[in-house]
C-alpha cells in the first residue's frame, strides 16, 4: 500500500511538472480535450454530449486547412462546407472520419432547408442534392450574379427565399420567378406563428406577411448579425455602432420587443452567437465559450479560445457543435 501510495505521488508530480495547470490533463480535463491534436487548421470542431462538461475532437478526416468553413446538421449527418467542398459525417457515431462530397465542385453557398440540401453558385445557378446520392441536378431560375445570392431559406407555407447582399428576393411558385422584396445586403431568416425575423444592414428586421413587407425590430447604428430560434423566443446579435461591440438581445414575443442578456458578457466586436442547450445559453466569444444558467443574467467562461479563434456554435437535440473559425463569423 506505501508503495502504491509513493508511485502515485511521484507520478502525480511529474504530471504538475509536465503539464502546467491551464493544459494539466488530470486539473483541467474538459480544457484538455479542447487542446488536443493540431489545432493550426480552421476546420477544428468539436462535440458535447453533456452539456459542455466535455468535449470531443471529431475534425478526423478533414483537410488541414478550410477557409471560412460552414457547419450545417439535418440530425442525421454533419456537414462542413468551404469554398468548393463540403464533408459530411454520420451524427449517430463517435469517432468516424468524414468523407468528401465528390460532386459539389463549383457551388457557392449551401443551406439545409425542409424538403433538401440546396446551394447557390456564384454565377446565381441553384441547384439540389440527391437524396441517397453523391449528385446535385440544377433547380429553379437562376438570379442575376450582381445580386450575389447566398442564403436560401423554405417557409412552411412553401414559400423560398433568398438573401444576398443586395437583397431579399421572394418565390411563391417554387422558384419560378423572384420578387425582391427588400433591398440592402441580408442574412439568415428565421419563422415562428407566422412571424419572420432576418438580419440585414439595418438591424434585426420583421415580417408579418410572410416576407412580403418588412419593418425594422432592432436597429443599433449597425448591421444584424446572428439571428436563432431558442424553445422560448429568439437570440439576435446585433452591431452597435456607438458602442464599437456587438450586443446579444432575446425576445420572448416573436420579435416584438428585445431585452439584452449580454451584461456579464465582455464586450467585443467579434461575438459570434448564442445557442440554448437544455436549460443553458452557450455564448460563442473571441474569450472562448461562455454558459449561462439563468437565461443571460449571469455568464461563466467554461472554455478558452484555441489559437485566436472563435468558437462558432451549434446545437441538435443534446449535442452541442463548437467549430474554430476566425473573426467570429
Not at 443574467?297 to 463548437?322: P, Q, R
Amino acid at each position: 500500500m506505501n508503495i502504491l501510495k509513493i508511485s502515485f505521488s511521484v507520478l502525480f508530480a511529474t504530471l504538475v511538472y509536465l503539464f502546467p495547470v491551464s493544459e494539466n490533463p488530470f486539473l483541467k480535463p474538459s480544457l484538455q480535450l479542447l487542446k488536443s491534436g493540431s489545432l493550426s487548421g480552421s476546420n477544428v470542431i468539436f462535440q458535447s454530449l453533456d452539456y459542455g462538461k466535455t468535449w470531443q475532437d471529431i475534425s478526423n478526416g478533414l483537410p488541414a486547412q478550410m477557409e471560412d468553413p460552414e457547419f450545417f446538421t439535418n440530425n442525421k449527418q454533419l456537414f462542413i462546407h468551404s469554398k468548393d467542398e463540403m464533408y459530411i459525417r454520420n451524427s449517430n457515431t463517435l469517432s468516424p472520419a468524414w468523407e468528401k462530397d465528390p460532386a459539389l465542385k463549383f457551388h457557392g453557398n449551401v443551406s439545409i432547408c425542409k424538403s433538401g440540401i440546396f446551394a447557390i453558385a456564384k454565377d446565381g445557378k441553384i441547384f439540389k442534392r440527391n437524396i441517397g446520392k453523391n449528385t446535385w441536378s440544377r433547380v429553379f431560375k437562376s438570379l442575376p450574379i450582381d445580386e450575389n445570392p447566398r442564403n436560401l431559406s423554405e417557409l412552411k407555407s412553401g414559400v423560398f427565399m433568398i438573401a444576398g447582399d443586395n437583397g431579399l428576393f421572394r418565390s411563391s411558385d417554387g422558384g419560378k420567378t423572384w420578387k425582391k422584396v427588400h433591398k440592402g445586403s441580408m442574412g439568415n431568416i428565421q419563422e415562428t406563428n407566422g412571424v419572420l425575423l432576418a438580419t440585414s444592414q439595418e438591424g434585426i428586421i420583421r415580417s408579418t406577411d410572410n416576407g412580403l413587407s418588412w419593418k425594422k425590430a432592432v436597429s443599433e447604428g449597425g448591421v444584424g448579425i446572428y439571428l436563432t430560434r431558442i424553445n422560448d423566443g429568439f437570440v439576435g446579435i446585433t452591431y452597435n455602432s456607438t458602442l464599437k461591440s456587438r450586443r446579444v438581445r432575446i425576445s420572448k414575443d416573436d420579435g416584438k420587443t428585445w431585452q439584452a442578456i449580454d451584461a456579464g458578457l465582455p464586450r467585443h466586436a467579434n461575438i459570434a452567437n448564442v445557442i440554448q442547450a437544455g436549460n443553458f445559453y452557450y455564448c460563442g466569444h473571441p474569450d472562448g465559450i461562455f454558459r449561462s444558467s439563468d437565461k443571460g443574467k449571469h455568464w461563466e467562461l467554461i472554455h478558452s479560445t484555441v489559437d485566436d479563434k472563435v468558437f462558432n456554435l451549434t446545437v441538435s437535440g443534446k449535442v452541442i457543435y463548437a467549430i474554430a473559425k476566425s473573426g467570429g463569423c
